[in-house]
């Protein structure tokens, strides 16, 4: 078993930069695939970026493309999410979630664990 807990969210200006973290217990972090997800108000929860055990893949939803990045850092049972050039569309609730293997999902029902969220506002 796995806990997340994602820090780093806050209220910001379009263009502007974050960098959300999430931080897992346990020695097994690097036995999960991870994913970034986001939950906007009345929206469903939605895929945002996803790295393999390893990191040595990640993939990304079409809209965040070019400006996020997704990385792990297996020695810190870390991964992150850094967020360039951000947009009011952004905002949402993120997620980080484990899932128990190697290869990462698109959906948020086939990961096994959930951080709490952290809270993004982007102004315009």
């Known amino acids: 078993q796995v806990q997340l807990v994602e820090s780093g969210g806050g209220l910001v200006q379009a263009g502007d930069s974050l960098r959300l973290s999430c931080a897992a217990s346990?020695?097994?972090?690097?036995?999960?695939?991870m994913g970034w997800f986001r939950q906007a108000p009345g929206k469903d929860r939605e895929f945002v970026a996803g790295?393999?055990?390893?990191?040595?893949?990640?993939y990304y939803a079409d809209s965040v493309k070019g400006r996020f990045t997704i990385s792990r850092d297996n020695a810190k049972n870390t991964v992150y999410l850094q967020m360039l050039s951000l947009k009011p569309e952004d905002t949402a609730v993120y997620y980080c979630?484990?899932?128990?293997?190697?290869?990462?999902?698109?959906?948020?029902?086939?990961?096994?664990?959930w951080g709490q969220g952290t809270q993004v506002t982007v102004s315009s």
């Open positions: 979630a484990a899932r128990v293997y190697s290869r990462i999902s698109y959906s948020p029902a086939e990961y096994d664990y």
């Open positions: 346990g020695r097994t972090f690097s036995s999960y695939a």
């Open positions: 790295t393999t055990r390893s990191g040595s893949s990640t």
